[in-house]
């Protein structure tokens, strides 16, 4: 199935294109962001929604999220760190799953798995890959009922039939 990446869509574009196209597979990315894994120290991260995994055909060689990551908020953010980054930063140790890293404010991360060497993040800004991923969370208040935010990366993925040969 060919996929492709958009940068910048609401809900509703989501929401219409899905109507469209029924058998279209979505997936939802935040904004890149920084979480802190020990004092004055931070990891580049990325949210993903809960068919990320699905719709990039990739898996996670160990560990991964549980829905309850996707349903809980936390000063200690469950993170899915690139190979790259466990090998560079933690030596490849299978000991730091499960390891919480924090810093003195009781932030942090806690590593729950490791993706698969060579991935690369659909990003366009290939430099700017995330290092790690955490789970989206549904926002909440007022951020909630601002529907036409444009803030989401998309990355569709459709059957043949919906593509135009090039």
């Known amino acids: 199935l060919p996929s492709r990446a958009f940068i910048d869509v609401s809900m509703p574009d989501i929401r219409a294109w899905s109507a469209a196209i029924p058998d279209m597979r979505v997936t939802v990315m935040g904004a890149s962001t920084a979480v802190t894994v020990a004092d004055n120290d931070y990891l580049r991260a990325a ?13 996670p060689i160990l560990g991964g999220f549980t829905d309850a990551d996707f349903e809980t908020t936390s000063k200690i953010r469950p993170a899915i760190l690139t190979y790259e980054a466990w090998q560079s930063s933690y030596g490849g140790a299978s000991e730091i799953l499960g390891r919480a ?35 989206m969370q549904a926002p909440q ?24 040969a090039a």
């Open 141 to 164: 208040g007022k951020l909630a009922s601002e529907a036409t935010i444009r803030g989401f990366q998309v990355v569709a993925r459709v059957a043949a039939r919906w593509t135009t």
């Open 101 to 135: 890293l924090v810093d003195e404010k009781g932030e942090g991360a806690r590593i729950v798995g490791i993706l698969p060497r060579g991935f690369v993040y659909p990003h366009p800004c290939g430099r700017l890959a995330p290092a790690a991923l955490l789970p």
């Open 47 to 59: 949210e993903v929604d809960r068919q990320f995994f699905d719709v990039l055909g990739v898996r």
